[in-house]
């Protein structure tokens, strides 16, 4: 058996065994997409985020903070997260949205450039508290395109979502969302690791222990060194046994020299 089904103004033709009817939006990963001739929204389901084995650092207990203000909040919180990449802040979000879904709220990710009033509309007619993610948020909306989508972050609209923007590289986020916590209530920037961060992982996965203290005041030094470089060393140290010094001859980590 078939129905007609009625989204707008576009009917379509479905068997019974492909539709299921929910009171609300299932706690799922999910990301926004856009019908190219219709022009509609509709959201699609994702695989859930891969979790690491042990988290170092503060992650969790940020992602605890940033979802109980959300949940204390009345109506919607957002959330820019600033580092380099492999500095941490798109594992926050992911820890954020992994907890979020085992708490019952969906994540929805937005990696394409929509703003307007119908998107802004599609996103409040989720209406359930949910994260909505925007990974690389100044990758994807130029500073132009930022300054459209402000009305979503402003919490005018009824509906109760987390806003978490992930960006690379700060400077290029719009004026207009910075200091304004009404629109993005935390801002945290993801720079140097801790030497407690750096010592904890080397001593659950650095062989030579001997080379530990080193590498923690390598760390402490050059404020370029991010999480993605320290597995590397570690991976490298391992593989050859070699001290820390040595592996950065052939490593894609070096400090970053200023031109000026």
Known sequence: MSYVVRAGNTYRMVSERSIEVFDALPPNNYVVKQDPISKEFHLEPLEPFEMPKKFYGNTIQTAERILNTFNQRPLSTGVHLDGVKGSGKTLLGKVISHIGIQRGIPTIIVNGCFHGEVFNQFIQSVNVPAIVLFDEFEKVYDYNDQNKILTLFDGVYPTKKLFILTTNDGASVSRFLKNRPGRIYYSLSFTTLSPEFVREYLEDNLNDKSQIEPTVRYAKIYSFF????????????????????KVLEYLNVKPEVSSG
């Not at 991010?226 to 010094?245: G, H, I, K, Q």
Request: proline fraction near 5%; include cysteine.
């Open 226 to 245: 991010t999480f993605d470089m320290l597995a590397a060393c570690v991976e490298e140290m391992n593989r050859y046994n070699e001290p820390l010094s």
